[in-house]
């Protein structure tokens, strides 16, 4: 285990944090609007993670597909959507949305399709 103390020099914050806010710059300025349900506006932080999960497991495991560069692009986007939803917590609406019923799962419908011995009242609707 490597226990050697890195230090990350006051130069290299200074730079992510602007990179950060250059990037919340630039996205409000191309969508100045921001969700007041907290949700959807977690989705759209959670749009950004989604790239920068794929981009760091793609480095890992396929690194012809992307790059370091990739990678700090999508954390410096995903770091500038979670200042976004910050900046915006004292104007979420907290307020469960409309639900519906969801149909009751029909086990016999699923081992027919294992069997491919669909009934048919299931074929026929
Ligand atoms: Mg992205």
Same mark, same amino acid.
């Given at each position: @285990?490597?226990?050697?103390? !890195?230090?990350?020099?006051?130069?290299?914050?200074?730079?992510?944090?602007?990179?950060?806010?250059?990037?919340?710059?630039?996205?409000?300025? +191309?969508?100045?609007?921001?969700?007041?349900?907290? =949700?959807?506006?977690?989705?759209? =932080?959670?749009?950004?993670?989604? #790239?920068? *999960? +794929?981009?760091?497991? !793609?480095?890992?495991?396929?690194?012809?597909?992307?790059? $370091?560069?990739?990678?700090?692009? #999508?954390?410096?986007?995903?770091?500038? @959507?979670?200042?976004? =939803?910050?900046?915006?917590?004292?104007?979420?609406?907290?307020? /469960?949305?409309? !639900? $519906?019923?969801? !149909?009751?799962?029909?086990?016999?419908?699923?081992?027919?399709?294992?069997?491919?011995?669909? /009934?048919?009242?299931?074929? *026929?609707?």
């Amino acid at each position: @285990m490597n226990t050697t103390k !890195q230090t990350v020099s006051e130069e290299s914050i200074k730079t992510v944090i602007d990179q950060v806010f250059s990037e919340v710059r630039n996205a409000t300025e +191309k969508y100045p609007t921001w969700p007041t349900d907290p =949700l959807r506006a977690l989705a759209v =932080l959670g749009e950004e993670y989604g #790239e920068l *999960n +794929k981009a760091i497991l !793609q480095l890992t495991y396929e690194p012809s597909k992307t790059s $370091h560069a990739e990678v700090r692009m #999508e954390a410096i986007q995903t770091a500038a @959507m979670a200042l976004r =939803l910050a900046m915006s917590l004292d104007r979420y609406q907290y307020a /469960p949305c409309r !639900q $519906h019923s969801q !149909q009751k799962l029909d086990l016999t419908v699923i081992r027919a399709r294992e069997k491919d011995d669909f /009934p048919e009242y299931y074929e *026929n609707g």
